[in-house]
């Protein structure tokens, strides 16, 4: 999932100055997940904004944010609230606030940062597990992804530097490396370990991205 935090309350009081009155935009997806955008931080946000003066006009949490057909339609669903609005908060991933931004011709502020594509472990602890490279290993690796979870993003590892099973980035965490060889000597196989990975062809992460499912 798209790993968000909200902005402070400085930053966010800044790009509201203003605007007085507010239609506030959640997530029921990524954003209600690692509670940064769900309808408790609306909820939350709602009454933080009151206290500092600003009228909230309405809100909505949208099932998915990003998915523009579904955006268009919630914030049609709710026209009078929104067009009362002088500008809309989005709690919502970059994909979330650039979805509602083509929705609606109001102003629209986002008010979280999105951060990486991971997993959450526990609330609060949220580890970065994928960089979309386009040309996925994990089949050879063991389900781990040596791109995103090797401090350089090597394809033939491990390096020189690694020190019993530990990174030399960082000696707190595990080589990525190490990590791939033993859970792929588990499991009886040779995975990457069997040839030399070959550069990745980054044309397939050329921006923007696009992609569309053959029928
Ligand atoms: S190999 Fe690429 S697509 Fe697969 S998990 Fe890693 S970064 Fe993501
Ligand atoms: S020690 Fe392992 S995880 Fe760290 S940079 Fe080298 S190969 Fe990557």
Redesign the pocket.
Known sequence: MIISEQKSKEELQQVLEGKTRLFLVGCAACATACKAGGEEEVFRMQEWLASIGKEITGSVIIDEACHIMRAGRDLRQNRSQVEEAEALLVLACGAGIQSISSSTEKLVIGGLNSLFLGNIRRFGQYEQKCSLCGECILNETAGIC?VT????G?LN???G??EEG????DRD?E????LIFERLKKQGRKGVFRRSVQPKDWGKVRKPGRHKIKP
């Open positions: 040596p979870t090797c401090a350089k090597l590892g491990p390096c530097g690694m530990k990174c030399e980035a965490i080589c990525a490396w190490h």
